[in-house]
């Protein structure tokens, strides 16, 4: 499987807000600006056939509005699966109410999605990718999901943002490479992991691999500072294969 991280910063940083692109068509997240970033880049956003959305945070949905009016003005119905969190299609309609006035509806009429919403613990089979989803803890927001993302034997793991926990745990200890949470420079709070958390994680399992996003700027400098072997601090568009 192949890995470009779209954006790896959090929401004050430097870098484009945490995405990922699977396999250049399975979007895990859609931050603000992420569309017009995809195509400055040089992706096909038609391409994308599945979204995959951690949890209801404005830097991790706040664009599905715009990748769905990207499809429309193009006239494209290639179907979209959209694997997310149980209320997102109530929070889309808002944002369409409070961007895009009456055309929720008309917009939906003219392409082709199909929402997936859940509350966890879930299995989804999608073609030849299994999606498994994890509860994981992002403060007081529930509910927020980290997931695996499983091909020909190989696993993705990604935690979305979370703090320090048994799910996180779970993720890296059955994936081949796990893309996490680091916001923080140092220790972790109830909401994101710190440095000093993904060094714990790194040094626990030290024959994984493990991707640092959603950094602050202050976290992406200790990292690149105090590098750990088998942690990699990545770059917008940085492209990782499994």
């Not at 769905?68 to 997310?84: A, E, Q, R, W």
């Not at 140092?186 to 710190?194: F, I, L, P, T």
């Amino acid at each position: 499987m192949k890995i470009n991280i779209i954006g790896s910063g959090s929401i004050g940083a430097d870098a484009m807000s945490a995405s990922c692109l699977i396999d250049e068509h399975i979007l895990v997240d859609v931050p603000n600006g992420i569309i017009k970033h995809l195509k400055n880049l040089n992706y096909d956003i038609l391409k994308i056939d599945t979204i995959i959305i951690t949890h209801l945070h404005g830097d991790h949905f706040f664009d599905l509005p715009f990748l769905m009016l990207g499809k429309y003005f193009n006239h494209d119905k290639t179907l979209v699966k959209i694997i997310c969190p149980y209320g997102t299609i109530k929070k889309l309609k808002a944002l369409f109410r409070i961007g895009f006035p009456y055309d929720f509806r008309k917009v939906m009429n003219c392409i082709n999605i199909e929402f997936i919403e859940h509350k966890g613990r879930n299995n989804i089979h999608l073609g030849e990718y299994l999606i498994e989803s994890k509860n994981v803890k992002h403060g007081k927001i529930k509910p927020s999901f980290g997931y695996i993302i499983h091909k020909d034997g190989k696993k993705i793991g990604i935690s979305g943002d979370s703090c320090y926990c048994s799910a996180i745990e779970k993720i890296v200890e059955q994936s081949d490479i796990s893309i996490l949470d680091m916001s923080l420079k140092d220790e972790g709070n109830k909401s994101h992991m710190g440095y000093l958390n993904i060094k714990d994680i790194c040094n626990k399992y030290q024959n994984k691999k493990i991707i640092a996003t959603h950094m602050h700027n202050s976290a992406r400098k200790v990292a690149i500072n105090n590098p750990i072997k088998n942690l990699i601090i990545p770059n917008d568009n940085e492209e990782i294969i499994l």
